[in-house]
T-cell receptor, first 114, second 113 residues
Framework: NAGVMQNPRHLVRRRGQEARLRCSPM?????VYWYRQLPEEGLKFMVY????????ESGMPKERFSAEFPKEGPSILRIQQVVRGDSAAYFC????????????FGEGSRLTVL | QQQVKQSPQSLIVQKGGIPIINCAYE??????FPWYQQFPGKGPALLIA?????SEKKEGRFTISFNKSAKQFSLHIMDSQPGDSATYFC????????????FGTGTRLQVFP
């Protein structure tokens, strides 16, 4: 049973380009969470999605960032017109049902903006 | 209100020592307190968790102590080993219908042989 799969593991973009990060949750999991981890800092909640719905996006920057979790396929975190401050590790986590108490994390996608 | 404060930022112990990591919270609606372990280049993994109806939970060499009145909880690692060297994050959640976690800033633990 594969865990949470994220790709790419490493992504380099120049300022102004777009970054797309993908996350396939664990089999059977329908809840997906995205977190951002800046160097030497903790994980900051960004967004919580269920299939085709954004449930909580209170941690998402108001501009340039968007997320989706379509009926078919992986969840995608999209960052438009990247800036150097977007350089971070982006972690996706999934859970079976809301309120189970355990998030299963992927190994992260490390974005570097030149 | 949504913050979880964690200390220390880093910790160095010798093998066999008992590192202690502390966390504090403000939001009394939090009702679930997990600890996650993260190795370099990997994602965090759940280590142990506690709910506020108990004051202590032990799993193997890892123990959580919980003080509801002080709104504090801590992780103790008994007989620490070099393989325990990792970054540890406390977190808090209001379970109701979501697994959204609010994380502390992390403690980098190094255990020397």
């Amino acid at each position: 049973n594969a865990g949470v799969m994220q790709n790419p593991r490493h992504l380099v973009r120049r300022r102004g380009q777009e970054a797309r990060l993908r996350c396939s949750p664990m089999k059977g999991h329908s809840h997906v969470y995205w977190y951002r981890q800046l160097p030497e800092e903790g994980l900051k909640f960004m967004v919580y999605l269920q299939k085709e719905n954004i449930i909580d996006e209170s941690g998402m920057p108001k501009e340039r960032f968007s997320a989706e979790f379509p009926k078919e396929g992986p969840s995608i975190l999209r960052i438009q017109q990247v800036v150097r401050g977007d350089s971070a590790a982006y972690f996706c986590a999934s859970s079976l049902n809301g309120g189970t108490g355990e998030l299963f994390f992927g190994e992260g996608s490390r974005l570097t903006v030149l | 209100q949504q913050q979880v404060k964690q200390s220390p930022q880093s910790l160095i112990v010798q093998k066999g020592g008992i590192p202690i990591i502390n966390c504090a919270y403000e939001n009394t609606a939090f009702d679930y307190f997990p600890w996650y372990q993260q190795f370099p280049g990997k994602g965090p993994a759940l280590l142990i968790a506690i709910r506020p109806d108990v004051s202590e939970k032990k799993e193997g060499r890892f123990t959580i102590s919980f003080n509801k009145s002080a709104k504090q909880f801590s992780l103790h690692i008994m007989d620490s080993q070099p393989g325990d060297s990792a970054t540890y994050f406390c977190a808090a959640s209001t379970l109701s219908n979501t697994d959204k976690l609010i994380f502390g800033t992390g403690t980098r633990l190094q255990v020397f042989p």
